[in-house]
């Protein structure tokens, strides 16, 4: 048998493209890496509040930086991101609350699907410029993923549900509660000591945590 697989804990939500590209690299590296990635969806705007912080948008100059930062990861790390082209009112206006207490309801019921429709909603946004709010774009990034018609029929009435929201609130508050100011975060389970990373930048800081190269 070999050494059993270190804990990472990723928080994310698909508003987030920072959160894709961790998202992205971490499930390629999983086995490399030898870690039990656990998928965490929670909610931005919830870290926001919580955290007194703002979207990095909404300040000019980290705007304009933006734009330029993730052509440039986009390109180095071969995820597809393009923004939007109303990007205020499909980041800032519209939000992720429905698409992210989905990932929440099939992460409870379905999590072996979590992986492949979180990418696809990601892939709606961030690159195809699709809705994420109305449940026909739920149900069709669902079923691309490869879920039945009728289980995302299932979850998507779960939605309303106070398991579904309580769950989703209590992720938002684990991630508040590990220091969390914005997304993405990853949380590293390390023999006795946990390590809280922010952004998808600190990729190289986590795998000397591992103690791999990247």
């Known amino acids: 048998m070999g050494p059993v697989p270190r804990t990472l804990e990723l928080f994310y939500d698909v508003l987030s493209p920072y959160s894709w590209l ?28 919580e955290s007194g912080n703002q979207p990095p948008a909404m300040l000019p100059h980290k705007a304009v930086y933006l734009r330029s930062d993730l052509r440039l990861l986009s390109q180095h790390h071969q995820v597809p991101i393009h923004f939007p082209k109303d990007f205020f009112s499909v980041i800032l206006k519209k939000g992720s609350l429905t698409a992210m207490r989905f990932l929440t309801a099939v992460k409870m019921e379905h999590p072996e699907l979590l992986e492949k429709v979180s990418r696809e909603l990601w892939m709606r946004v961030w690159s195809r410029d699709e809705d994420i709010t109305e449940p026909p ?6 079923e691309k993923a490869g ?31 590990y220091g969390a100011f914005g997304l993405p975060v990853t949380v590293a ?26």
């Open 22 to 49: 961790a998202f992205e690299v971490l499930c390629r590296y999983k086995n490399i890496w030898n870690i039990s990635l656990q998928l965490q969806p929670t909610l931005i705007g919830g870290i926001l509040r």
């Open 137 to 142: 774009s739920i149900l069709a990034a669902a």
């Open 147 to 177: 879920m039945s018609m009728e289980q995302a029929q299932e979850l998507l009435e779960r939605v309303s549900t106070p398991q579904v929201k309580n769950q989703l609130k209590e992720t938002t508050e684990a991630a508040c509660k």
């Open 189 to 214: 389970h390390l023999q006795d000591e946990t390590h809280m990373l922010f952004g998808s930048d600190r990729l190289e800081l986590l795998a000397h945590l591992l103690e791999y190269g990247l």
